[in-house]
């Protein structure tokens, strides 16, 4: 839950992003349950947008399910880099690039010992 707490921002600003470039697609998959929405009481309309979460819950969950790799667009990869948060091989790969072999082993050499240093 840590995680999630410390990583609100970038998703705020990732969804953002996302719903920006997206919204018309997943609102077209949704399209018979949100259709003329706006002239509706408030009860009607959260009920509609609960049932369209699901729907589209369920969708992400497939898609997830299916292994499909996650690419980061360079917008979203620049933020999660400002916020101390890279996905694990995207920052093997950076690494690699950027730095020898040898700048690499001494690298992991004392990260790994920072690791034994920090209290249990």
């Known amino acids: 839950m840590g995680l999630m707490r410390r990583d ?3 998703t705020s ?3 953002y992003s996302f719903s920006r470039d997206f919204a018309a697609q997943a609102s077209m998959s949704v399209k018979c349950i949100i259709t003329e929405l706006s002239d509706q009481p408030a009860l009607i309309k959260n ?3 609960d049932h369209s979460s699901e729907y589209l819950r369920e969708a992400l969950s497939v898609w997830l399910a299916a292994g499909v790799e996650i690419k ?3 917008q979203d ?3 999660l880099t400002a ?3 890279r996905p694990h091989m995207a920052s093997l790969a950076d690494n690699q690039e950027k730095y020898t072999p040898v700048q690499n082993l001494i690298y992991a050499l004392r990260k790994a010992e920072l690791v034994r240093q920090e209290p249990v």
Do not use: E, Q, W
């Open 47 to 49: 009920c509609a947008l």
């Open 77 to 79: 990869r620049d933020i």
């Open 72 to 74: 980061y667009s360079a």
């Open 13 to 15: 600003v990732s969804l």
């Open 8 to 10: 609100k921002p970038y």
């Open 83 to 85: 916020i101390g948060f």
